[in-house]
């Protein structure tokens, strides 16, 4: 599960990615990908992106034999009979085929 300061600093990664990298061109970019092949994200996109790591754009889920269960923002903690917790990001964001 994503805090949210973790989202926070995703999006301000984000941001430095897009104020900083995304100017140079796709070679400075090619550089921090895991993927060198894949093209980096252009500045309309990483927009998009950033905005569905708004707190209002995710919800927490914890897995449990049971089925999943989803709760508030509120309740970032760990619950127990849990096998695993997941953060979904719903947004407008439509990722592309690569």
Not at 12 to 23: M, T
Not at 53 to 63: E, G, K, S, Y
Request: contains cysteine; negative net charge; charged residues 25%.
């Amino acid at each position: 599960m994503l805090s949210p300061s973790e989202l926070a600093t995703i999006r301000a990664s984000l941001r430095f990615w897009r104020d900083e990298i995304v100017p140079h061109g796709n070679d400075s970019a090619k550089h921090y990908l895991d993927d060198p092949v894949l093209a980096p994200l252009d500045r309309d996109s990483i927009e998009k992106l950033i905005s569905c790591f708004q707190l209002d754009a995710v919800r927490n889920a914890h897995i449990t034999a049971s089925g999943i269960e989803w709760f508030e923002k509120t309740g970032l903690t760990n619950k127990t009979g849990s096998i695993g917790s997941v953060t979904v990001v719903f947004g407008p964001y439509e990722s592309s085929s690569d």
